[in-house]
């Protein structure tokens, strides 16, 4: 079975500097997505950014991007010129590529980010 | 209005009461999932639905019952709840596979669950 683990419960970043939280996951499969959500107090479930295990760029979206190591089963979001609103919990997810898995998300056990102004 | 709504959005119960938790959507989404999240344990899936006749467990699905209404809605029910099921509870929805946006969930804003 799939498995996902972020292994800093916690971390603390100054207001406009860079951060990097990791994720490392567990699978036999070749073709995946990997995706980064965060959670605000609101609790609402925001996607920050997504990687098809395909894709050999790394994935990029304003201040957010990813490193992704296939061959280290490794995928951490990096964090540039943080922001206040960006102190949330952060999750890490697979996907299996495959058909009938029906978009089914393995989410880890989440980063909590403190932004200090 | 909210793609996906879900009602309650807190909840305080007793132990043994039925609960439901319910989940509409206007995305025009067939696929809808239901997971629970607990402090240092990340999101799980409890049960998830490919369309209305398409019911199937996740990986904590014990203790729990679902009812895919119609394709825009999915309740969660717990027939007698117990001080462990007390979590946060999130609403999601995909696309088909193959379709635009079928690889995102989009989430409900959560329904907080208290049993005591």
């Known amino acids: 079975a799939q498995t996902v683990t972020q292994s800093q419960p916690e971390m603390s970043v100054q207001e406009a500097e860079t951060v990097t939280l990791s994720c490392t996951y567990d699978t036999s499969e070749s073709d995946y997505y990997l995706f980064w959500y965060k959670q605000p107090p609101s609790r609402q479930m925001i996607l920050v950014i997504r990687?098809?295990?395909?894709?050999?760029q790394n994935a990029t979206e304003n201040r957010f991007s990813v490193n992704f190591q296939k061959a280290a089963k490794s995928f951490s979001l990096k964090i540039s010129d943080s922001q206040l609103g960006d102190a949330a919990m952060y999750f890490c997810a697979y996907r299996r590529a495959i058909y009938n898995q029906g978009g089914k998300l393995i989410f880890g056990q989440g980063t909590e980010l403190s932004v200090k102004p | 209005d909210a793609d996906v709504t879900q009602t309650p959005r807190n909840r305080i119960t007793k132990t043994g009461k039925r609960i439901m938790l319910e989940c509409s959507q206007t995305k025009g989404h067939d696929r809808m999932y239901w997971y629970r999240q607990d402090p240092g344990l990340g999101l799980r899936l409890i049960y998830y639905s490919f369309d209305v006749k398409d019911i199937n467990k996740g990986e904590i699905s014990d203790g729990y019952s679902v009812s895919r209404q119609a394709q825009a809605k999915f309740s969660l029910s717990l027939e007698s709840a117990i001080p462990n099921q007390t979590a946060l509870y999130f609403c999601?929805?995909?696309?088909?596979?193959?379709?635009?946006?079928?690889?995102?969930?989009?989430f409900g804003a959560g329904s907080r669950l208290t049993v005591l």
């Open positions: 990687q098809e295990a395909y894709k050999q």
């Open positions: 999601a929805t995909s696309a088909p596979s193959g379709s635009t946006g079928a690889n995102v969930l989009t």
